[in-house]
């Protein structure tokens, strides 16, 4: 069974760092891999797909990448700012979707 | 992509009342999605909704406890029966957009609390 891994749970950086979040997951015969963001007792939101033959993808400050390979998928946030604070999570689609934990993410004012 | 409304957003409920959650999209698909994340964890997925059939369970998970109903391609709610403190949750619909890449959008999320 595919199991997803998000590292670390929890990061709090200071406005304006740049940041990567890391999402792990144990079978690469995946489909997508999608990124998510949940703001506290909320639905997600979703910020970008990768499909299985891309390796990453952009959108203003948010990038994407994924290495099938090596089981890996990464979202580099540049220029954090407060309103980036949520929880973000990633997905692996095989024949279901397969969630990670997430990474709870603040930035400081 | 995909809108999807919920109601209700949040509920405080009774233990061993029922509470039914609908979830409408603003274009048809084949396939809705049931999810459950309890405090502090992940998404567990509830059910598969599929029109026309029956809802598709996982494991872990019965009808009697969540009934579904799907009458048309746009609409669907799951019933949370005989609730119980542990059911406090966030529970979630989500479908697949038209564009078969796979896409999974989700509502903003009912959010169960069981006293």
């Known amino acids: 069974k595919q199991e997803v891994t998000q590292i670390p749970a929890a990061l709090s950086v200071p406005e304006g760092e740049n940041l990567v979040l890391n999402c792990s997951f144990t079978d690469s015969a995946i489909y997508n891999l999608q990124w998510f963001r949940q703001d506290p007792g909320k639905g997600l939101t979703s910020l970008l797909l990768i499909q299985s033959s891309q390796r990453e993808q952009t959108s203003g400050r948010l990038n994407a990448s994924l290495d099938k390979s090596s089981g890996r998928s990464t979202l580099y946030i540049a220029a954090s700012q407060p309103g980036d604070s949520a929880t973000y999570l990633c997905?692996?689609?095989?024949?279901?979707?397969?969630f990670g934990t997430g990474t709870s993410l603040t930035v400081i004012p | 992509s995909a809108v999807i409304s919920q109601k209700p957003s949040r509920d405080i409920c009774q233990r061993g009342t029922s509470l039914t959650i609908q979830c409408q999209v603003d274009s048809q698909v084949t396939m809705m999605f049931w999810y459950r994340q309890q405090p502090g964890q992940s998404l567990t997925l509830i059910a598969t909704a599929n029109q026309g059939s029956e809802a598709t369970y996982e494991s872990g998970f019965v009808i009697d406890k969540f009934p579904i109903s799907r009458p048309n391609l746009t609409f669907s709610t799951l019933t949370v029966s005989n609730m119980s403190p542990e059911d406090s949750s966030i529970y979630l619909c989500?479908?697949?957009?038209?564009?078969?890449?796979?896409?999974?959008?989700f509502g903003e999320g009912s959010r169960l609390t069981v006293l």
């Open positions: 997905a692996a689609t095989g024949n279901q979707f397969y």
């Open positions: 989500s479908v697949t957009g038209a564009s078969n890449t796979g896409e999974l959008f």
